[in-house]
């Protein structure tokens, strides 16, 4: 009888990637990243352990989505006081703190757990094209989110 290969935490190796989010659509890179997070892509997932890479996101000013969402997509958020709902639109927050959409789309599609918690530690947005993780030697990532279109 074969016995179930588990990774353990000094055999699992971790990677550095930098994705690039410039006129990427949200739900697409969201769900390519939340997948390098989880460690999808490689041979070695377990579903109750870490075995995902760090992904620094640049660019997040520039991601886009289709269709009437930039005005009607709406971010809420609430103080927790009564009547301390705020309620924004997608190009409003994109102009005040564009990291925030990507950050959301990913957290909200990595599991509802103390896994998914240290899982979203491990992305890195930025709202510009620079970022401070030069030492780790990322790697580029590139994710194709409009299948057969020219970059």
């Known amino acids: 009888m074969e016995k179930t290969y588990l990774p353990t935490q000094d055999t699992i190796e971790r990677n550095w990637y930098v994705v690039d989010a410039a006129n990427q659509r949200l739900g697409r890179l969201a769900s390519e990243i939340a997948k390098v997070l989880r460690g999808k892509n490689k041979p070695t997932y377990t579903p109750h352990m870490d075995t995902g890479d760090f ?5 997040a000013e520039q991601v886009d989505v289709t269709g009437k969402k930039r005005s009607e997509k709406l ?22 703190i564009p990291e925030r959409i990507i950050e959301q789309a990913v957290r909200r599609m990595l599991p509802k757990n103390a896994l998914g918690r240290k899982l979203f530690t491990k992305l890195k947005v930025y709202a510009g094209p620079e ?5 780790q030697r990322p790697q580029s990532l590139i994710i194709e989110t409009i299948p057969g279109a020219q970059k």
């Open 75 to 96: 971010y809420r958020r609430h103080s927790g006081r009564p009547g301390g709902m705020k309620t924004e639109t997608f190009a409003q927050l994109q102009a005040r």
């Open 131 to 135: 970022h401070p993780h030069q030492a």
């Open 55 to 59: 992904v620094i996101i640049v660019n």
